[in-house]
């Protein structure tokens, strides 16, 4: 499935679900990271999983800290790089594809992403900064 097919399913609701483990998930976040500035990259990545979660009755699972923050890990491992394809930042950036929760967990207690608030909206690392996205 080309890039522009897996985000019009992804967009629509109709991508399998086995589409969207974690693979898919890194790969919707680096086609948007490709298309659009960083902020809208992440906006449009966080609601569209929330939607997409939403219309398969998982909405309770999904959590914006956590995909922003590994928003700004895949930014920071090329995925804005217009000339890096998606296989070539997958093979350059395996263990964010094999570990994201232990890289995450580089900047998050599990404390401080088990909150709500964590949950419904982006908050800052309390442990280490997160890569700039600048």
Known sequence: MTDTEFAARFADCTLPPAEFNHRGHVRIAWINLQRLPFGDAVRATCEGIRSYATSLGAATKF?????EALMHLLH?????????????FIDRN???????????????????????EARNKFIPPDLAPLPSAA
């Open 76 to 88: 920071a491992g090329g995925a804005s790089d217009p000339s890096l394809p998606f296989e070539q």
């Open 94 to 116: 395996g263990p964010l594809l094999a570990d994201a929760r232990g890289r995450i967990a580089l900047h998050y207690t599990d404390a401080a992403l088990a909150t709500d």
């Open 63 to 67: 959590h914006w800290t956590i995909t």
